[in-house]
């Protein structure tokens, strides 16, 4: 017979997982200042294999609209620069030697609206999740009445399950809101 707690926790799990990614996913999208986040995706050829750039380099802040990039060997320089610009960021690398910077340029009115749209994509895909994981959930407590659980402790658990939905949602809602924020600010 079906563990209800185990299914629900279950359902909770794929839903917080969800969540997650969708937070991985905003924090990726360029909000008009300096994220070192938009340099996971890059790689570089590091003696022969290709790594994350931040395994041979320090990525930091300095202010708002810089990133600096500072490389442990000095050889990395050229391999970096080129990795950027083949890049997606969009953003030319500016180097003397020591460091290399990435200066962030102020968005624009309709690079923010687009921007917007993308994120609020993000979040519709992340409620779709969130709805999969509570139909399967039923789902599975529906099988479970056949196999002898009481109605009554479906329904029960159909209600929680509904909760559970309902606070994930919500958290969806508040990353949206406070990324679309972030990206508005001028």
């Keep these: 017979m079906l563990d209800v707690k185990q299914c629900l ?98 968005l624009t009115e309709e690079r923010r609206r687009d921007l917007t749209k993308q994120c609020s994509k993000e979040a519709e895909e992340c409620k779709v999740a969130i709805r999969n994981a509570r139909r399967d959930g039923i789902d599975k407590l529906k099988k479970a009445i056949k196999d002898g659980l009481s109605e009554d402790v479906e329904k029960d658990a159909e209600n929680d399950l509904q909760k559970i939905h309902d606070k994930q949602v919500k958290k969806v809602e508040e990353l949206l809101a406070a990324k679309n924020k972030e990206i508005m600010t001028v």
């Design 9 to 106: 926790a279950d359902c909770e799990e794929k839903m917080e997982m969800s969540v997650m990614h969708l937070e991985d996913a905003l924090s990726h999208i360029r909000a008009g200042k300096a994220n070192v986040h938009i340099l996971d995706e890059i790689r570089v050829n590091s003696y022969g294999s290709m790594v994350p750039l931040n395994n041979v380099s320090a990525i930091t802040t300095p202010d708002a609209r810089t990133i600096a990039i500072k490389p442990w060997d000095k050889q990395m320089f050229r391999v970096i620069e080129k990795a950027i610009i083949d890049s997606s960021v969009g953003i030319m690398p500016e180097s003397n030697g020591e460091i290399i910077r990435l200066a962030i340029p102020p």
